[in-house]
Nanobody, 115 residues
Framework: QVQLVESGGGLVQAGGSLRLSCAAS????????MGWYRQAPGKQRELVAT???????NYADSVKGRFTISRDNAKNTVYLQMNSLKPEDTAVYYC?????????WGKGTLVTVSS
């Protein structure tokens, strides 16, 4: 089992940047792929980015070139650096850790981008 706590969300103007953090309650070294998802009001949750234990990354087309996912296994933390934010990036951002056949989620952190 693993608990995930997201932080770093807030209100930012379009074009600005935020860095989200996802702190895990235990070692994430053995968790193959961790990810960030987001859910905007009235929409389904969607994948933003994933990163494997080897450092391979995958991004949604809508965030490529603007967002960067990284992980620090020593700190049991995954990050999402978000640059050039747009109003359409407004959403609750969730951290995900699939492990041992289960999928764990944090409670999310709200990102609001004003135009």
């Amino acid at each position: 089992q693993v608990q995930l706590v997201e932080s770093g969300g807030g209100l930012v103007q379009a074009g600005g940047s935020l860095r989200l953090s996802c702190a895990a309650s235990r070692s994430i070294f053995s968790i193959y792929a961790m990810g960030w998802y987001r859910q905007a009001p009235g929409k389904q949750r969607e994948l933003v980015a994933t990163i494997t234990s080897g450092g391979s990354t995958n991004y949604a087309d809508s965030v490529k070139g603007r967002f960067t996912i990284s992980r620090d296994n020593a700190k049991n933390t995954v990050y999402l650096q978000m640059n050039s934010l747009k109003p359409e990036d407004t959403a609750v951002y969730y951290c995900n850790a699939p492990t041992n056949g289960l999928s764990y989620w944090g409670k999310g952190t709200l990102v609001t981008v004003s135009s």
